[in-house]
């Protein structure tokens, strides 16, 4: 911007614009605010109205929850990201998904000496289920994984692995790169794997594969069979839980969470 | 209600509880009987009705005798039901209150609620016929209707036409319940779109929006659940209520934290914190959001992000020497 003059007149004059520029955007913003405000009092009422007819069925029918999940995602909405927003205090869909968080992790903690942190879905799911009881809302494996999404931002290590069809959940903060990820994959069709197999399947030298299973020993999440016939194996214990006579009681994972 | 008998509601030998809930009444078919206010008990041979005023007036009806249930969901002033088709009584029954009825079917009132848990109980032992399985020592009436006999019921056209209403009532109710959601769903991108025409002029007009502003429009923001796209942050991406929630976690914490040697990882906080809530929980996002305040906020607890991301709430108060020390076994305790 020029200078058009330098005496005090000029720049008074100068301050003045400024001011009432200053001015129309602060009411520029105000009205958008308010009617913003105005529409978030109506979309409420809105709100209001849907959850008065259909509230039952987000909490009875996992479809629709999926339904409706993806809808908000489409639009740009996150329905869970705060138990402060509409959706969650009118449609209760925050208490459900935030409290199958909280039991999600207790069963993790419960299990992870066991498996060393990674489990199967179907295997989080049934405990799940278990530990909530019989007069609880049943959840489906969908609302599991939009659960255990929601964990991740707490920094606990928590990650979603797709192997063979399912996913493997991971719950400790331990470094998976892509080569873990893959070996897993691997294993899951016999819930063991040796080094000839990784050699073969995935054509890796002997030092690669034999690092990634190393590094999944040293995590508790492979075991390592030494008697096997031919060369020693490598067994992941959560992908074979019928090898398990004890089960976790609710009471044994509500005990692991101080 | 012809077809139940008077019984001790012992169980007998070989039969076992599966599920009971009290405030319940019987009702023959559409009609009021004396049954007002008794527990319901299911077992895996008989249906179990006793009084809760006097416990000698107790009813029994054995699951085979039953042809089908439906549920019949409350409404204002009425009570949820289960309504229970019954097989025609056969001529061996042991006596009951009633000697005949009009009805085939009974309806089960449950005014203290239960009847969703009941009602799946009922349905699986429906299923699984554990009676068939499992004589009892007592001389029962078992009805000896086979498969074949099922058809020969009375009104099976109409219990089937019922079915059929039912399916489509239920059909009609979840597609109106997508239409519904679809509306609102339109609704819910215009507050979208005019949220990000907001942001574009808060970041245009980088300075001239006041505080206050900016701190109502982040809580509209949170309302919604639309992601905050103003980069400028006073507070983090907090808002009021997560300024609030910081202090009340500072508050909550403190004796926990130090049972626990002054640090705690923010998973365990999540299940803490949610645990003693038991209603209005807090979501993940919420918490980590409310823990990054806690610093700007003076609170003597503060929030702790390692290198590998995890994150941990500790004690101000505690010396960082000693804590280097032992944290690094904390930790791997804390999170495994």
Redesign the interface.
């Known amino acids: 911007m020029h200078r058009r003059g330098v005496g005090a007149g000029a720049i008074a004059k100068r301050k003045l614009a400024e001011a009432k520029y ?1 001015e129309r ?2 009411v ?3 009205d ?2 308010a ?3 105005k ?2 009092d ?3 009422t ?2 209001e109205e ?1 959850a008065s ?2 509230k039952q ?1 987000i909490r009875k ?1 996992p479809e ?1 929850r999926v ?2 999940q993806d ?2 995602a ?16 009118m449609l209760g869909v ?2 459900f998904y ?2 199958l ?2 039991q999600i ?2 069963v993790c ?1 419960a299990l ?1 000496h066991r498996n060393g ?1 990674l489990i199967t879905l179907e295997e989080l799911h049934q405990q799940v289920l278990k530990g909530r009881g ?2 609880a809302q049943d959840v489906s494996q969908d609302d599991l994984l939009r659960a255990i999404k ?8 928590f990650g979603i692995i797709p192997v063979g069809g399912t996913f493997l959940i991971q ?3 331990a470094e998976l790169n892509m080569d873990h990820t893959v070996v897993l994959q691997l294993a899951e069709k016999k819930g063991f794997v040796t080094v000839s197999e990784i050699k073969s399947s995935l054509k890796w030298e002997t030092e690669r594969a034999k690092q990634v299973l190393e590094h999944l020993l040293k995590e508790g999440m492979a075991w390592l069979d030494e008697q096997a016939p031919e060369e020693p194996q490598y067994w992941l214990p959560a992908l074979f839980t019928e090898l398990y006579s004890q089960e976790i009681t609710p009471e044994e994972a509500k005990e692991a ?2 | 209600m012809d077809r139940f008998s008077w019984t001790t509601g012992l169980l007998e030998l070989g039969e076992t509880l599966v599920v009971q809930q009290r405030g319940v009444r019987l009702s023959d078919g559409e009609e009021k009987v004396k049954f007002d206010s008794g527990v319901l008990l299911l077992s895996t041979h008989r249906l179990i009705w006793r009084d809760q005023k006097n416990h000698e007036c107790c009813i029994a009806v054995p699951l085979s005798q039953i042809v089908f249930i439906e549920e019949q969901s409350s409404g204002i002033g009425k009570s949820a039901k289960i309504v229970v088709h019954l097989h025609p009584a056969s001529s061996n029954k042991e006596p009951g209150p009633f000697q005949s009825s009009k009805y085939s079917y009974i309806k089960l009132s449950f005014k203290e609620h239960g009847q969703i848990e009941f009602y799946r109980r009922l349905s699986e032992e429906m299923t699984q016929r554990r009676w068939e399985s499992m004589p009892t020592g007592q001389a029962m009436q078992v009805n000896k209707d086979t498969q074949a006999g099922r058809i020969r019921a009375v009104g099976i056209v109409g219990i089937e036409r019922k079915i059929e209403e039912k399916r489509k009532e239920t059909d009609k109710n979840i597609s109106e319940a997508f239409e519904d959601l679809s509306k609102l769903m339109e609704k819910a991108k215009e507050m979208v779109e005019l949220s990000k025409s907001i942001a574009n002029k808060i970041k245009e007009k980088q300075g001239d929006i006041t505080e206050d502003e900016t701190i109502r429009f982040k809580s509209y923001l949170l309302s919604m659940g639309i992601a905050n796209p103003v980069t400028r942050e006073t507070y983090g991406s907090g808002t009021q209520y997560h300024m609030q929630l910081a202090k009340q976690l500072a508050g909550i914490l403190q004796t926990p934290l130090e049972e626990r040697g002054g640090i705690m990882s923010l998973t365990e906080v999540y299940c803490l914190v949610n645990r003693a809530r038991g209603l209005e929980l807090l979501s993940p996002e919420d918490l980590v959001n409310a823990c990054k305040m806690l610093e700007s906020l003076k609170l003597p607890i503060r929030l702790r992000i390692f290198d590998s991301g995890v994150m941990v709430i500790e004690l101000q108060s505690h010396n960082e020497e000693e804590m280097v020390a032992s944290a690094l076994e904390t930790i791997f305790c804390a999170v495994g």
């Open positions: 200053k955007g602060t520029l913003a105000e958008q605010l009617q913003m405000s529409q978030l109506m979309f409420k809105n709100l849907f007819k259909h069925e029918n629709f339904q409706f809808m908000c489409t639009i740009g909405v996150d329905p869970l990201a705060s138990g402060k927003g509409f959706w969650s205090e925050g208490d935030y409290e968080g909280v992790i207790e903690l992870k942190g019989k007069f929601k964990l991740k931002v707490l920094g606990n290590g719950s400790v903060p969470i101080p």
